[in-house]
């Protein structure tokens, strides 16, 4: 069964810091990785997709990496914002089949000035 | 703006009744999906169309069904409503069913008392 675990599932940190949030997963055959941000009562929106054949992509302060090898990729935020306080999502597509991408529950960042 | 259009964005009704949601896509988007949030849980995918025909299926209670329409909107039918349908209803949309990123509405909001 396919499967993205995220963790934390929740992190507080202070206005500037920077913070890691990880993903791992068990779908395969993979396609691609997006995170996602969700603020509250929105709907998501794509920040970042990684193919099979990427490490690292950066969008903004924003830098995803994925090792596909151990199926694991993590989003580092730098520098963090008020406005960076959201729910991060990792989403995983398969290759074949459906194509129905499978998502994580998200680790909610909340961020204090 | 996702370009994704949900309506109504928040809906009351009673346990036993009958709802709808629609869902207007991206304009040129093809397809639709729709998911499942409730309190603290992952997005859960329900259905998909592509151009008017189904095309995957998620974890999609019989009591709901979707349709999309030949203009391209789509609509989400909750009927025998219960306490534990209260969640948020997203709707998504993309150019194809491959490696598009998904563009959220920003949900309806439904609460059955």
């Known amino acids: 069964k396919n499967q993205v675990e995220q963790s934390p599932q929740s992190l507080i940190i202070l206005e500037g810091k920077n913070c890691t949030l990880q993903c791992n997963y068990t779908v395969s055959p993979f396609s691609n990785l997006r995170w996602y941000k969700q603020d509250t009562g929105r709907g998501p929106v794509s920040l970042t997709i990684?193919?099979?054949?990427?490490n690292t992509k950066s969008n903004g302060r924003y830098t995803a990496t994925l090792d596909a090898d151990t199926k694991q990729s993590s989003l580092h935020i730098t520098a963090s914002q008020l406005s960076d306080s959201a729910s991060y999502i990792c989403?995983?597509?398969?290759?074949?089949?459906?194509?129905?991408?499978?998502f994580g529950r998200g680790t909610s960042l909340i961020v204090h000035p | 703006d996702s370009g994704v259009t949900q309506t109504p964005k928040h809906l009351i009704t009673a346990t036993g009744q009958r709802v709808t949601l629609r869902c207007s896509p991206r304009s040129g988007d093809l397809s639709v999906y729709w998911y499942q949030q409730s309190l603290d849980q992952g997005l859960q995918f329900l259905i998909q169309?592509?151009?008017?025909?189904?095309?995957a299926k998620g974890n999609i209670l019989e009591r709901f069904s979707a349709q999309q329409f030949p203009d391209l909107h789509s609509e989400l039918n909750l009927s025998s409503l219960e306490l534990g349908d209260s969640a948020l209803y997203f709707c998504?949309?993309?150019?194809?069913?491959?490696?598009?990123?998904?563009?959220f509405g920003n949900g309806t909001r439904l609460t059955v008392t």
């Open positions: 989403v995983v597509s398969p290759l074949g089949g459906s194509y129905i991408p499978t």
């Open positions: 990684m193919t099979f054949s990427e």
């Open positions: 998504a949309s993309s150019v194809s069913s491959l490696d598009s990123p998904l563009h």
């Open positions: 169309y592509y151009n008017g025909e189904e095309r």
